[in-house]
């Protein structure tokens, strides 16, 4: 019984722990944020393995995604006989929610746990220590641009998804299933406003690449140094980011369209 | 070197990716384009009952969009719905007798403010008011008004 509650206080205070462990790294990663501007070359680098890299998997997805919105979404509004405004519901689902939500949990499982595994294996093998031997802080040379990689890399990552998935939706809407081709970018543009939809899906985002990649960064640096704990760290890596996203994502959306 | 310079063209091609994307939906997808916002001149109309219509609803005359409702407010004074139209500049000659409709697109859709042009030579200025009006269509006072006739109909 008492080893039980034993038991459940360690965890708990594990957990605490773990969290503050968490925000000194997102502290001294900001406040180590000078080094993206000194060394602008490790940014880029960062930027292709996980922007770059992540394109087509991400694009794909988008195109598939509106594909199959363009398809649910005329079999529902055809019985009210208002198929034109298909492109209405493509756009607003994919710009305001799926575009930034299913992009982040794709960046997670993709970048995320790469970047996870990456630091946590140069943990294990000691080059993080090494690192610092040599009077290289590792937080700054290895961690801040990683971040910074993923905070600008996902804006532009949802913005592809959405706009991949508007075409997909119009290809099925348009050209397979024959909604007025005037009448679906027309409605769009009529009922999407771009400060109410398209910016405020940017700002989910951008909130959404610095979660990921602060997630990723943290369990990868905190990781136990052997191959079994990096592995372990690579799993929590996509199991809190996506929980993690979708959690934001309702507080966001209620504190952007729940008036 | 030649694996960075590799590097450095994909981040670009994928940063010039994105703000294509971006831009595609700012002008394809969202209504950016459309009627840039605060352009235009103000009218007022005054109705008994605007039904559901939404700030940011078209304002049409001959059923073309010419600007958007902007305000909506409530006269305590006089219990009427005051609302502020936002007409674009370039439609300038709206003659001063022009009646103010609020019907509804389809039988499903939003409402919206249809103007009908009246045979004034005086037009409109920013600021000026709209005198005829004619409420929303709201579908219950009309069954109730149709049952009611029904009624008093069949009793005689």
Avoid at chain 1, 10 to 21: K, T
Wanted: proline share 2%; hydrophobic share 50%.
């Amino acid at each position: 019984m008492l080893d039980a509650l034993a038991h459940l206080g360690r965890a708990g205070i594990g957990a605490i722990r773990r969290l503050g462990r968490g925000h000194l790294l997102a502290a001294s990663m900001l406040l180590g944020s000078g080094e993206v501007l000194r060394r602008p070359g490790l940014l880029v680098t960062q930027l292709h393995s996980v922007g770059v890299l992540s394109l087509v998997i991400v694009g794909v997805s988008g195109l598939f995604v509106g594909m199959v919105l363009g398809l649910q979404g005329y079999h529902v509004l055809s019985q009210f006989g208002s198929a034109q405004s298909l492109g209405v519901v493509v756009a607003a689902s994919l710009v305001r929610e799926l575009g930034p939500v299913v992009a982040a949990l794709l960046f997670a499982g993709r970048a995320g746990s790469a970047l996870t595994a990456e630091i946590g294996l140069m943990k294990a093998t000691e080059q993080l220590s090494g690192l610092e031997m040599m009077a290289v802080d590792p937080i700054r040379r290895i961690l801040v641009p990683r971040l910074y990689a993923g905070f600008l890399a996902m804006p532009v990552l949802a913005a592809l998804f959405s706009a991949v998935g508007v075409l997909g939706g119009w290809f099925v809407g348009v050209g397979l299933l024959g909604v007025d081709d005037g009448a679906f970018w027309s409605q769009m543009q009529a009922k999407i406003d771009f400060h109410e939809d398209v910016v405020n899906g940017v700002v989910k985002s951008l909130v959404f690449g610095f979660v990921c990649t602060w997630i990723a960064l943290f369990q990868g640096y905190d990781a136990v140094p052997t191959s079994a704990g990096v592995g372990r760290a690579t799993t929590r890596t996509v199991v809190h980011s996506s929980l993690a996203v979708l959690g934001l994502d309702f507080v966001l959306t209620a504190l952007m369209f729940g008036d | 070197m030649q694996r960075q310079r590799l590097i450095e063209i994909g981040v670009g091609a994928f940063m010039a990716l994105g703000l294509l994307a971006l831009f595609f939906l700012a002008m394809q997808v969202s209504n950016l384009s459309a009627a840039g916002s605060g352009e235009g001149y103000h009218l007022k109309a005054r109705f008994q009952n605007i039904g559901s219509l939404k700030v940011r609803a078209a304002v049409t005359m001959a059923g073309v969009p010419i600007g958007r409702v902007e305000r909506i407010e409530f006269d305590q004074d006089s219990y009427e719905a005051l609302v502020t139209l936002r007409i674009e500049s370039r439609y300038d000659r709206i003659p001063e007798d022009t009646f103010a409709n609020i019907f509804t697109a389809g039988l499903l859709g939003e409402q919206y403010v249809g103007l009908d042009p009246g045979g004034s030579d005086e037009y409109l200025k920013d600021g000026d008011t709209l005198e005829h009006t004619q409420s929303a269509l709201v579908l219950e006072q009309i069954i109730g008004q149709f049952l009611f006739d029904k009624a008093a109909g069949g009793g005689k």
